[in-house]
């Protein structure tokens, strides 16, 4: 069956360290691959995107990465602050499903100063 | 610019009443959707939009209604409540319907069916 897993518990990091958050998925062919952020009672906000044929991509402290072969990719938050504390969520969008995004559950971070 | 503008933000049903959830986005976007966000659970897709005239089902289209008389506009109709269709409801659009292009999302309908 196809699946798109995120971390289920809840990441509880320090100010200051990287926070690294994993999306898995099964049984896709994702041309591409979103992740956003949502903060409690909004709706989801577009951070990044990365395409199948890029390996990372990076924005300010954020960095995303894509391994096809792994099926997986990495979100890392360098230098994480009190305000990154939010839940992120992953999406990926199939080669067959003429653009529809699959959302994975999300991952609540947590920023202790 | 607004963004996407979802209307009410919260609402209560009984059981078998029917309602509307509003959505409008001022970005002349082509591309619009609805989802329904429940604990533990991804973001699903309930139905979607290409652009004016066009509708189609998404993963979990049954109880729901939709129409798209103008590019603007992409209502969400339940037909008659069911206690399982309480759920927070997100409307999101974007430039086009290929996966390359960022959604925008609206801040959400928190719909309780009793």
């Known amino acids: 069956s196809q699946k798109i897993e995120q971390n289920s518990e809840a990441l509880n990091i320090q100010e200051g360290k990287t926070a690294t958050l994993t999306c898995n998925y099964t049984n896709y062919s994702p041309a591409y691959l979103q992740w956003y952020r949502q903060d409690p009672g909004r709706g989801p906000v577009f951070l990044l995107l990365i395409r199948e044929n890029e390996k990372e991509k990076r924005k300010e402290r954020l960095k995303v990465t894509f391994d096809t072969t792994l099926k997986q990719s990495l979100f890392h938050i360098t230098a994480s602050q009190p305000a990154d504390s939010a839940t992120y969520l992953c999406a990926l969008s199939p080669y067959n499903q003429g653009g529809k995004l699959i959302f994975g559950q999300g991952t609540e971070l947590s920023v202790k100063p | 610019n607004a963004g996407v503008t979802q209307t009410p933000k919260f609402q209560v049903l009984k059981t078998g009443q029917s309602m509307t959830l509003q959505c409008a986005q001022d970005?002349?976007?082509?591309?619009m959707s609805w989802y329904r966000q429940d604990p533990g659970m991804g973001l699903r897709l309930i139905h979607y939009?290409?652009?004016?005239?066009?509708?189609d089902q998404g993963e979990v289209p049954n109880g729901y209604n939709v129409s798209r008389s103008t590019t603007e506009d992409f209502p969400l109709r339940l037909l008659s409540a069911a206690p399982s269709q309480t759920s927070v409801y997100f409307c999101a659009s974007s430039y086009s319907g290929r996966g390359n292009q960022p959604q925008h999302f609206g801040d959400g309908t928190r719909l309780s069916i009793l």
């Open positions: 939009s290409v652009g004016a005239g066009i509708t």
């Open positions: 970005m002349n976007h082509e591309y």
